[in-house]
């Protein structure tokens, strides 16, 4: 079998990079952090395509090394919150457990509680030419308190649809099958491989 195609993952989200190998275990490929001190991108973006685009970028600008880099930008957009935290979902609070305690509070009283997952992929070349795009989502409700322990961010909040389950309650597999960031990375490793031909 030929080596894996390393892929440059612009983030400094750990649980992104776990949640991406996972999903691209069925291909020949290794998503690997950039060769940088750190990783800063300025997400100025006003769109979760824009961010997206703006780390990809950026992977490819500061990392010594790496022929194709991705990014993802993803986050939670609540119909009462009229799409909000959206593209601001990782700064609405300073922790993850205070992000998850706002949430619930802006929605106390019963308001509407539809919301949806979003995942903006983007991959470029080493000049920082973007290749291809992808883009996921996932529709569910937010519940009424915390419940499981898988994932990250604000899956224990995140009750599927059709499942009784929010997406912390559901297996790494089961997550992946359905997340946002399932659907469109295995459509960004689709396009990889018919046009990498690995
Ligand atoms: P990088 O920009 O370095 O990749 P980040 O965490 O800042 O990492 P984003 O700007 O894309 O990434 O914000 C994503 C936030 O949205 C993340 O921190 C979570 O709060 C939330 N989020 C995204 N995907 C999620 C998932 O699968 N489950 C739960 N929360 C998620």
Request: contains cysteine.
């Amino acid at each position: 079998m030929a080596a894996k195609l390393k892929i440059v993952l612009g983030t400094s989200n750990s649980h992104k990079v776990h949640e991406i190998n996972e999903i691209a275990r069925e291909y020949n490929v290794e998503f690997i952090l950039p060769d940088c001190g750190g990783f800063n991108p300025d997400e100025n973006g006003s769109t979760f395509e824009e961010n997206a685009e703006i780390k990809a970028k950026e992977a490819s600008r500061v990392s010594k090394t790496g022929e194709y880099f991705m990014a993802d930008d993803s986050g939670l957009c609540v119909d009462y919150l009229n799409g909000g935290p959206g593209i601001h979902s990782a700064r609405y609070d300073t922790t993850p457990e205070k992000r998850i305690e706002k949430l619930l509070d802006a929605l106390k009283d019963d308001k509407k509680r539809t919301a949806h997952f979003v995942c903006a992929l983007c991959l470029c070349d080493k000049e920082g030419k973007v290749l291809h795009k992808e883009k996921g989502t996932v529709e569910g409700k937010i519940s009424y308190s915390k419940k499981g322990l898988n994932g990250f961010g604000y899956d224990p909040v995140f009750l599927v649809e059709d499942k009784n389950k929010t997406m912390a309650e559901l297996t790494e597999e089961e997550k992946n099958t359905l997340s946002h960031r399932g659907r469109a990375l295995k459509c960004m490793l689709e396009w990889v491989k018919v046009n990498f031909k690995i």
